[in-house]
Structures are given as C-alpha cells and as structure tokens.
C-alpha cells in the first residue's frame, strides 16, 4: 500500500522549525555557553551556515525523488545499498536519538513542578505520540502546526521585551576559550538543524512535494536562524555568566530577569510545547527510515507494512517508539554529541550524493528545485563538515566507526544477499571509463518517482509511446531509406503492406514537407482499416534529409492511424507539439543514451492530459 499525501506546504514548515526551536533552543544554549562563552551566537550561526549548505543540496534531492525514507533513498540510489542501509540506520538512530533528546527536556521541565521522576512522565508521552503517528500523519500535522505557531509567538513576544534589557558587559570578552572553541561547539549545537532531515523522509507524504518540500525547509531554515540569533542575543545579553553556564532552562532562567515570574512560566510552557514538537515530528520521520530499508529488503519484510484503515506504517512507527524510550536513559551530552555528528554525516552525504547524481549526467533526475551556486555550495559544505566533524573528539569517531561498522553488518549478512540495486555512481563511472556496466533499472526507477511526484495519470497517448518502436540510426540516411525502414517496423502491427506503406509516407511528403523545424519532423497519414493507431519515434544523430530547408532532421515522430481515429491523431500531434516547446527538449533528445530514455523524453515531457 502507497503513503497518502496529506500534508501541506504549513505542514512542512511546522514540522521542519518545530524541531529545530526545540531542545537546541530551550536547553543547549546554556551548555553551549559554557563551551564558547558569549560567542556561543557565533556557533550558532556558523551552524546554520553550514546547515543552509545541506539544506541546500537536500532541497533539490527532495524536489527530484520525494520518497519516504528521504535522505536513505538518495544515497542508496546514488552510492549504492551497502552504502545506503549503513546509511539509512545510522539516520533512524539519529533522528531517534533527537525525539529522545526533545523528551529528556520534558522531564527537565516537568522536574521543576513535580517531584516524579522524569522517566515516568516521557514514557506514557513518546507512547501518546507513537499512537498519534498510527492513526495518521494529518492529525500529528495539525497539532505540529498549532504548537509551532504558539512557540513562534511566545518567542518573538521574549526577543522584544528582551532587547531593551541586554547588557553589554555580559559579551565580554566574548570568546574567552578561542576560535576552536567556537567552531568545535558550532559542531555541537549542529544538532539544531536537524528539523531539515526530518522532512526529507516523510517527502512521499506531502502534497506538491517538488514544490512544497524545498519551499518549506527554506523558509524553516531561514525563519528559525533569525530567532536563534535574537533569543540567543537576549538570553546571552540578559543573564549573568555564572547563572547562564550550564543551565538547563536558560530561556526561562533569562525570562524571568525582565518578564518575572509570569514570564518564566509562559517561556516554559512554550518549552515543552517545543519538546512536544520535536517528539511528535521525531517519532513521525524516524519511523519512515525502516519502512523505506524494508521496502528496499534491506530489513525485514514487517517493517514495510502499512495500516489498512490509517495508512500508515504502525509496525515502523511502533518500533521506533521503543527505540526511543530505550534511549532515554543515555547521558544528555552523549545524546547530543552522537545525534549532531550523524547529523553532520547525513549533510556529507547529502552533498556528495547531488554531486553525483548531477555528474552522471541521468537523464530522469529531474529536480524541480535546483541548489544554487553548484558545486561550490557542496563542495564548502563537505569541506566545512569534515572539519566539524573533526573537532567533536576522537571518541564521536569511534561511535561513528562503530555505527558505520554495525550498518555494514547489516546490509551484508542480510540485503546483500536479497536485492541487488543500480546506483547513479555506476552511471558517472560508465560516463568516465565510457564502458557500457549499467541497465536502465535506475532511470526506470526515477521515471516512476517523477509520475508519483507530478501526480501524472497515464493517457492512450502514454501507453502508445509506452509500446512504441524507437529506432536509434547513428549514421546520415537519405529520406527514402528511412521511410522504407519506418515502414518495416510498422507494417505488422498496422496490418499493412510495407511497399504500401513505404509509398504512401513518400507520396505525403510530396505534397508538403512534414518537416515543422530544421531539426523535428512529424510524418503522419491515413491508412485503409479500422481502430488501427501507432507511433515510431526515431533518432538520427548525423540528421534525415527532409527538405532544403530541414536537411538534418534529427527527431522524427511518425504517426500512422486509420480514419475513424482521426479525433486521437488530432490529440496525438498536440501531446507532440507541447513536448517540443520544452526548451530542453532538443538537448536531452540529443544526450539520450539508448532507445529507454528517448522513450523517457517523450513520457515525462510536460503536456496537458
């Protein structure tokens, strides 16, 4: 059973910010302070850099292939599923160990007004969520949305009561432990970000997702940074060092200084409506990870399946619940450390993978949002995150190691032995090397995504084109020879003579050229019968003499029906007449490899049906 897209461009949004003003916001400033000083702003923003530089190159592989499981799809079909399951657990780990994160700073909160152990409280709650989840993904939506706006407002309401009330003193000095301590805690609060990779996986289910997913994280990222910065500033301009070093509950800590007891209260009711989000998002986006390595079979067939009443993965969803509550007894630094660092692995490979995928030259990678700036926004972000990386300590890598090691494990003694995949690397290794190593699996693959994607319905025009003959002619031919090669291919399914054919073809041209550019030609006639129609499309790429005026016609659309179908063939020039007004078209009919993908060219060309 297929995912229902249900959820909207303010859907995307919610779920995106939600999570990113969070725990990172309502929690980390505090110990982050204690890392950098008052430069922890500085972190904060060099962060979000770098984060715009993933988001960047996540945006446009969404837009290209919106599928549940978001980045572990792109990286599967890019560097193939040893790559990709390592991968795709290491990002179900992350993104659970963020909902864990987000359900700690409940407890936190709730500690402050009850005496029940945090444990207690956070458990029935990842429960309620994980229940949330299963009956649908447009109800957890709707709560997201409600909550994100509440937070937005309690924030903004914070940052300009709070500006009057900052202190210069309290930035100096302003990096009193040095640039790395700067950078090595920018890596730290990286785990901020992560609201962008929740919404890459759950792509499949959101509507106009080439559109909407792309539009969304860019005005998440964009929004959420300016509030980092100005509750940041406040907090940081508001609070003494010594009560802002390591806090818990800064925001709160700091609302109280200027807004009194009242303020603090709304502050952390706002806090745990952030937890709430990032939770409810966590649980909804972790969960499409082993559901997208289930359908794959690079994990258990069970994790695949879909509620028939809800559709929705409850198996998926339920699993990571427990997941969840199990990591809720890890130490709060362990958790953030670990969730950033995968993180950061996560934007790499985010990086490489378009690089990739636009360097194989794959005919159907069709984003519909392309990153700006290529490749030197990728190549500054792998770059930049490597150095982050870097600077976490040596015992972040061997967690990494270990992850990478288990993800491995995994795909060899269990995937390898089921499924075998093709991945775009192969493609640019074929473009390199010039040796024919792949089939058409992955842009067959790809060409689906588009049609799920567009939401594009197949019409007599598509399933004609579908079982078209296409012939490929690499050398110059005259006219005569390729209307006699056109006629052998046809006449059997037609019912036809081919010597009539070949006749008739020649007699049409002479009385006008079919020719309606210097590179496209649309031969077309009537043919004795009935409930007869077929189409052939042809390449030639050293050009068909049609006329004086198109003498190396390099596309050719050859239509041939009987008389009673005359209303299709009507319908059929116009299809053909939308496809070619794409400004591309000549390009990708030129640079197609192979018969599948001139096929592909007339299939997922833009036109009205």
Not at 88 to 107: D, E, H, P, Q, V
Not at 288 to 315: G, Q
Not at 427 to 448: D, G, N, P, V
């Amino acid at each position: 059973m297929e995912l229902k897209k249900e959820l909207s461009l303010l859907d995307v949004f919610s779920i995106a910010s939600g999570v990113m003003i969070s725990a990172g916001l309502f929690i980390l400033p505090g110990i982050a302070y204690e890392k950098a000083g008052p430069a922890v702003i500085l972190s904060y923003f060099i962060a979000g850099i770098f984060a715009a530089a993933g988001m960047l190159s996540q945006a446009e592989l969404a837009s290209a292939m919106p599928k549940a499981g978001g980045t572990y799809f792109y990286v599967t079909r890019t560097m193939g599923p040893a790559v990709g399951t390592m991968y795709g657990l290491m990002t179900w780990l992350t993104l659970c160990l963020k909902s864990a994160f987000a359900l700690a700073g409940i407890g936190i909160f709730a500690s402050m007004v009850t005496d029940i152990p945090p444990t207690e409280i956070v458990i029935p709650i990842c429960i309620l969520f994980v229940a949330v989840n299963i009956i649908g993904i447009d109800i957890a939506g709707r709560i997201q949305t409600f909550l994100v706006l509440a937070i937005f407002a309690v924030l903004l309401y914070y940052s300009g009561l709070g500006f009057p009330e900052i202190e210069i003193k309290h930035f100096e000095p302003f990096a009193p432990h040095g640039i790395n301590a700067i950078f090595a805690t920018a890596g730290f609060v990286f785990v901020c970000y992560g609201g962008l990779l929740k919404v890459a996986s759950i792509a499949e289910e959101v509507r106009q997702p080439g559109r909407t997913v792309p539009l969304g994280m860019i005005l998440a990222l964009l929004a959420v940074a300016v509030l980092y910065l100005m509750v940041i500033s406040v907090t940081v301009g508001v609070l003494q060092a010594n009560n802002l070093a390591n806090s818990m509950t800064p925001i709160s800590d700091a609302a109280y200084v200027f807004l009194g007891s009242a303020g603090k209260i709304i502050v952390s009711i706002a806090a745990v409506f952030a937890f709430i989000t990032a939770a409810n998002s966590g649980v909804m986006a972790a969960s499409r990870y082993p559901f997208a390595l289930s359908r794959d079979e690079m994990l258990p067939s069970m994790f695949k399946r879909v509620n028939r009443k809800f559709n929705t993965p409850h198996i998926s969803i339920v699993i990571t619940g427990l997941l969840i509550i199990a990591l809720l007894f890890l130490n709060l630094d362990v958790l953030v450390k670990t969730a950033s660092s995968v993180l950061i692995l996560t934007y790499i490979f985010s990086c490489l993978s378009l690089i990739i995928l636009r360097e194989s030259k794959i005919q159907n990678y069709q984003p519909q949002f392309r990153s700006p700036l290529y490749p030197w926004v990728q190549l500054f972000g792998v770059v930049g995150f490597v150095l982050m990386l870097g600077g976490m300590g040596y015992k972040i890598l061997i967690a990494n190691i270990l992850m990478i090691s288990a993800g491995l494990f995994v795909y060899w003694f269990y995937g390898r032995i089921r499924t075998s995949r093709e991945y775009a690397i192969l493609h640019l290794i074929e473009r390199i090397t010039a040796k024919e190593i792949t089939s058409y699996s992955l842009e067959s693959e790809l060409k689906e995504v588009i049609r799920e994607r567009d939401d594009i319905l197949k019409d007599r025009f598509d399933h004609l084109i579908e079982q078209a003959t296409v012939i490929d002619i690499e050398d110059e031919i005259t006219l005569e020879e390729f209307f006699r090669l056109a006629a052998e291919k046809m006449s059997k399914h037609l019912e036809v003579d081919t010597e009539f054919l070949h006749k008739l073809f020649l007699e049409r041209e002479k009385e006008s050229t079919t020719a309606l550019t210097p590179f496209l030609a649309v031969p077309h006639i009537i043919v004795p019968g009935e409930h007869h129609f077929d189409i052939l499309l042809a390449r030639s790429k050293k050009g068909i003499k049609f006329s004086d005026q198109a003498p190396n016609v390099h596309a050719v659309f050859v239509l041939v029906g009987t008389k009673d179908e005359r209303p299709f063939h009507l319908r059929a020039l116009a299809a053909i007449a939308q496809i070619i007004q794409d400004s591309e078209f000549e390009r990708k009919w030129l640079e197609a490899r192979g018969t599948e993908e001139l096929r592909d060219v007339v299939l997922l060309g833009k036109r009205l049906r």
